[in-house]
């Protein structure tokens, strides 16, 4: 497995939770890393990144102030801490990793996705 996210599960709105993303064995060394997600019937949409270095954070739109990714790079993972979460943000959460500086532009492994529910 090169990508592990961990740290789903069922929370209620306004819950906070953090995904946990182990990286190994990718066979080459990304440029960034994030997180995408993808709710039931929709599209796969991005959520957050940054280099590997855990510089220059982006985020979506929606979701800034609310999400924060970061990185322990002493064990090669990545996080994403989520608070005051709403039932919209319920969806499957996957970890990514590209050799581009851009992580919308493709993304060249996947993790496996870790389902996160939030109820009303």
């Known amino acids: 497995v090169q990508l592990q996210a961990s740290g789903g599960g069922v929370v209620q709105a306004g819950d906070s939770l953090r995904l946990s993303c182990t990286a190994s064995?990718?066979?080459?060394?990304?440029?960034?890393m994030g997180w995408f997600r993808q709710a039931p019937g929709k599209e796969r949409e991005f959520v957050a990144a940054?280099?590997?270095?855990?510089?220059?954070?982006n985020y979506a739109d929606s979701l800034k102030g609310r999400f924060t990714i970061s990185r322990d790079g002493t064990k090669n993972m990545i996080y994403l801490q989520m608070n005051s979460l709403k039932p919209e943000d319920t969806a499957l959460y996957y970890c990514?990793?590209?050799?581009?500086?851009?992580?919308?532009?493709?993304?060249?492994?996947w993790g496996q996705g870790t389902q996160v529910t939030v109820s009303s």
């Open positions: 940054f280099n590997w270095k855990g510089e220059n954070p």
């Open positions: 064995g990718l066979g080459f060394s990304p440029y960034a």
């Open positions: 990514a990793a590209t050799l581009l500086a851009n992580i919308r532009s493709r993304v060249h492994a």
